[in-house]
Antibody
Framework: QVQLVESGGGLVKPGGSLRLSCEAS????????MSWIRQAPGKGLEWISQ????????NYAESVKGRFTIFRDNAKNLLYLQMNSLRAEDTAVYYC?????????WGQGTLVTVSS | EIVMTQSPATLSVSPGERATLSCRAS??????LAWYQQKPGQAPRLLIY???TRATGIPAGFSGGGSGTEFTLTISSLQSEDLAVYYC?????????FGQGTKVEI
């Protein structure tokens, strides 16, 4: 069955960096666009980035543009989110999701806490 | 940016009753509208895409309707396991945007 497993979250100081990973299985990863979506504690959902199936096209929310980078390794079925210049307002659970007509499949999420 | 507005914020329904959730877009999103269910402590799950097409494995008790700027999600007969927050999301324009959610209480 389809499985997406995020990792790499944790506690980081403001201004620091973190790289999240998402391991995909149970489907042909290289055929799918993928996105990262986050959810601040007790809040709603915010889409933050998308990458095309072939790694050739990316899109970002204004809130993370210039600080976050999405990329993927189709040979390893891995999706990444490199997060730099982190701020307190980036504190959230980060989900990866397959992206076709809506976000079909989601991982369980990984918590990123930005605090001094 | 397209703003998605959901109503009501909280919906209290008795078991077996019908629940209707609304979602309004600030401009037309055609039928590029999805609904998600998020149970406490879990990741969201896709229920509906294309405004009215049920995702794989979603029971027939969930139905979506509407197009343009007005959309609804209907749960025909509410069960205790339907306790959740429901989000709408448009994928017609960038950035992809979500509504603020409707919490369904039993």
């Amino acid at each position: 069955q389809v499985q997406l497993v995020e990792s790499g979250g944790g506690l980081v100081k403001p201004g620091g960096s973190l790289r999240l990973s998402c391991e995909a299985s149970g489907f042909t990863f290289s055929d799918y666009y993928m996105s990262w979506i986050r959810q601040a504690p007790g809040k709603g959902l915010e889409w933050i980035s998308q990458i095309s199936s072939s790694n050739s096209y990316t899109n970002y929310a204004e809130s993370v543009k210039g600080r976050f980078t999405i990329f993927r390794d189709n040979a390893k079925n891995l999706l990444y989110l490199q997060m730099n210049s982190l701020r307190a307002e980036d504190t959230a659970v980060y989900y990866c999701a397959s992206d076709s007509y809506g976000f079909d499949y989601w991982g369980q999420g990984t918590l990123v806490t930005v605090s001094s | 940016e397209i703003v998605m507005t959901q109503s009501p914020a909280t919906l209290s329904v008795s078991p077996g009753e019908r629940a209707t959730l609304s979602c309004r877009a600030s401009q037309s999103v055609n039928s590029n509208l999805a609904w998600y269910q998020q149970k406490p402590g879990q990741a969201p799950r896709l229920l509906i895409y294309g405004a009215s097409t049920r995702a794989t494995g979603i029971p027939a008790g969930f139905s979506g309707g509407g197009s343009g700027t007005e959309f609804t999600l209907t749960i025909s007969s509410l069960q205790s396991e339907d306790l959740a927050v429901y989000y709408c999301q448009q994928y017609n324009n960038w950035p992809r945007t979500f509504g603020q959610g409707t919490k369904v209480e039993i």
